[in-house]
């Protein structure tokens, strides 16, 4: 079993940059593709962006040039750097990890997951 743990949310003003991290348990962590996922209220969630083992990413239209996602293998971290926020960042943003070298939903889906860490941006 895997645990994964995000932190590094808050109110930040459209405009703003933060950094959210998240830890996750076990000695295989570089094998996982790892994704960050947010959910706003009354919409589905979405992946925002994606990182495979070790540097393959993916980022949704709405984020390219903004978002920034990372790893490092040795601190079993991965990181969403966020820049120039914007009002419609507002969500929970929940870090997945899962199995294989794709970004698929279905698989994501299936994988494991933190709590969410609360990104609110004001304008």
């Known amino acids: 079993q895997v645990q994964l743990v995000e932190s590094g949310g808050g109110l930040v003003q459209a405009g703003g940059s933060l950094r959210l991290s998240c830890a996750a348990s076990?000695?295989?962590?570089?094998?996982?593709?790892m994704g960050w996922f947010r959910q706003a209220p009354g919409k589905q969630r979405e992946l925002v962006a994606g990182?495979?083992?070790?540097?393959?990413?993916y980022y949704t239209d709405s984020v390219k040039g903004r978002f920034t996602i990372s790893r490092d293998n040795a601190k079993n971290t991965v990181y969403l750097q966020m820049d120039s926020l914007k009002p419609e960042d507002t969500a929970v943003y929940y870090c997945?990890?899962?199995?294989?070298?794709?970004?698929?939903?279905?698989?994501?889906?299936?994988?494991?997951w933190g709590q969410g860490t609360q990104v609110t941006v004001s304008s």
């Open positions: 997945a990890a899962k199995h294989g070298n794709t970004f698929m939903l279905a698989e994501f889906m299936s994988g494991y």
């Open positions: 076990g000695r295989t962590f570089s094998s996982y593709t």
């Open positions: 990182i495979t083992s070790p540097t393959y990413t």
